[in-house]
């Protein structure tokens, strides 16, 4: 098969899991000599809150 048709397990991370599982799209586009990945998700897909992160502060007693 053609190196540049082929479907290995980074593409498939790159192109398809990624941005299914952050609900966004993914473009992979390859030249000789380079690789370009770029991802677009919503940002609370790519943000995940700290715990405890907007709890008030309260004074110790």
């Given amino acids: 098969r053609d190196e540049s048709t082929r479907k290995g397990f980074g593409t498939v991370v ?7 599982s952050l609900n966004g799209l993914a473009v ?9 990945w770029s991802l677009t998700a919503p ?5 995940v809150p700290q ?9 110790p007693s």
């Fill in 51 to 59: 715990l405890g992160a907007d709890l008030p502060e309260t004074e």
């Fill in 14 to 20: 790159l192109q398809r899991v990624a941005p299914q």
């Fill in 43 to 47: 940002l609370d897909s790519i943000i």
């Fill in 28 to 36: 992979l586009d390859r030249s000789p000599g380079h690789l370009k």
